[in-house]
């Protein structure tokens, strides 16, 4: 089964660093803006094989005019924010909806990820308060470090999950 994913959320929130972490198990320091990649995992997921093809974007702002090909034939989204900025999440929330404009549709299978916990001491969003706006988007919701690989095959387990609701 094919499931495309795309990872979506403002410029050096880690989207790149997430989805490199989990395909390749890797950390990457250094911050080079992305263009665009597509990564392929085959993932087992409740005991089915699944062959993701995870589109790692460049990073949107709330101007940013989502790209068409960024919600046809998505099976899945990956909405990622820093938990040391606020503005991140609020990004994420514009793009939600700009996503929701164009498959002209009122649910979508979403994944929030709260990336850089591991930056407690600079966090500006709490996970309660994005437990709140995932109950409201009815979707997954997990914060995760790609530096120190921690939950990030959860979210990409949970990302399977909700496209499979």
């Not at 490199?20 to 665009?36: A, H, S």
């Not at 991140?88 to 793009?95: A, K, T």
């Not at 966090?123 to 470090?145: G, L, P």
Request: charged share 25%.
């Amino acid at each position: 089964k094919l499931r495309r994913i795309v990872v979506l959320g403002s410029p050096s929130v880690g989207k790149s660093s997430l989805t490199v972490q989990y395909v390749e198990d890797q950390f990457i320091d250094l911050y080079y803006p992305t263009i665009e990649n597509t990564f392929t995992k085959i993932i087992n997921f409740h005991n089915q094989e699944y062959k993701a093809e995870i589109i790692d974007t460049a990073g949107q702002d709330e101007h940013s005019i989502l790209n068409k090909k960024h919600s046809i034939g998505i099976h899945g989204y990956m909405l990622v924010y820093s938990i040391t900025s606020r503005a991140s999440l609020e990004v994420c929330q514009v793009i939600r909806d700009k996503i929701l404009n164009y498959t002209q549709t009122d649910w979508v299978p979403i994944v929030l990820i709260g990336n850089k916990s591991d930056l407690h001491l600079q966090r500006e969003v709490t996970f309660e308060e994005t437990q709140k706006i995932a109950k409201e988007w009815n979707c997954a919701n997990i914060e995760a470090s790609a530096k120190h690989n921690a939950n990030i095959a959860k979210a990409f387990e949970l990302m399977l999950g909700e496209i499979e609701k």
